[in-house]
């Protein structure tokens, strides 16, 4: 694989757990923005229905490796607020 720089990792799905779920994209959007910039790597999943998005629900995916300190992390920014 040419096109990736050297040293870096690739996931697949079974290495992605949820860590935090919502109906609201913009708090899993923001909690994926804190993780990356206390160097975890995230993805929100969206699960909403594209035409009602009033069903389904968004996840906020980690590696595996990463579960802990992820939510010790969103544990410790939810009692700051």
Wanted: charged fraction near 20%; include cysteine.
């Amino acid at each position: 694989m040419d096109f990736l720089p050297p040293k870096t990792k690739i996931y697949t799905l079974s290495d992605w757990v949820c860590v935090f779920e919502s109906n609201l994209p913009w708090q899993a959007d923001l909690n994926r923005v804190y993780l990356e910039e206390n160097g975890i790597p995230a993805i929100v999943l969206n699960l909403q229905d594209s035409s009602y998005q009033v069903f389904g629900t968004v996840r906020l995916m980690v590696p595996s490796q990463d579960r802990q300190t992820a939510e010790a992390l969103l544990l410790a920014k939810t009692d700051e607020a």
